[in-house]
Nanobody
């Protein structure tokens, strides 16, 4: 199993970023996928989940209305569109196969 995140970077408050996670080594379309994040000095927290077919999505209250999780099962890729970013969104973002496997993460920094 391999999960490779990309798309992180430095963005100003109020800005947007789109994270991607390319998956391989398992039947992607049969698994729920999740995004987590870990801010400096804090524990990893769940951000969002999308079901295998993409029909259901759930979000942490802290990102609801600002972040959107999506997937393309033809490309074995899951995305996280992040809008209206806040400094408190600064973290390393990880994608996960149903909490079983993790990528190495991509750093998002929200700062002026």
């Amino acid at each position: 199993v391999q999960l490779v995140e990309s798309g992180g970077g430095l963005v100003q408050p109020g800005g947007s970023l789109r994270l991607s996670c390319a998956a391989s080594g398992f039947p992607f379309s049969t698994y729920n996928m999740r995004w987590y994040r870990q801010a400096p000095g804090k524990e990893r927290e769940w951000v969002a989940t999308i079901t295998s077919g993409g029909g259901n999505r759930n979000y942490a209250d802290s990102v609801k209305g600002r972040f959107t999780i999506s997937r393309d099962n033809t490309k074995n890729t899951v995305y996280l569109q992040m809008n209206s970013l806040k400094p408190e969104d600064t973290a390393v973002y990880y994608c996960s196969r149903s909490g079983l496997n993790w990528g190495n993460g991509t750093l998002v920094t929200v700062s002026v």
